[in-house]
């Protein structure tokens, strides 16, 4: 079992940053993928980013020169740093793995991250 605690969100104004953390704990081993996601009220969850257990990451357009994820294997932790937010950027953003071996997934609990204009 793995557990996925997210946390740093909060409201911003537009044009602001956010720094969000997934702490990863239990039976986890360089995941295959970790990544963020986001859904909107009354939206479908989308994908924000990812990064493999190679490092190689993945962006949404909506988040290509904005947001960076990175991760620090030692503590078992991604971020998403997310600078010049926007309102459209206004979501429940969820923590997601990939385990390796058995490719079980895994959610966090999710944060919100509101945008004001």
């Known amino acids: 079992q793995v557990q996925l605690v997210e946390s740093g969100g909060g409201l911003v104004q537009a044009g602001g940053s956010l720094r969000l953390s997934c702490a990863a704990s239990g039976s986890i081993f360089n995941p295959l993928r970790m990544a963020w996601y986001r859904q909107a009220p009354g939206e479908q969850r989308e994908l924000v980013a990812s990064?493999?257990?190679?490092?190689?990451?993945n962006y949404a357009d909506s988040a290509k020169g904005r947001f960076t994820i990175s991760r620090d294997r030692a503590k078992n932790t991604v971020y998403l740093q997310m600078n010049s937010l926007k309102p459209e950027d206004t979501a429940v953003y969820y923590c997601y793995c990939l385990q390796q071996i058995t490719l079980y997934e895994y959610w966090g609990q999710g944060t919100q991250v509101t945008v004001s204009s």
């Open positions: 990064i493999s257990s190679t490092g190689s990451t």
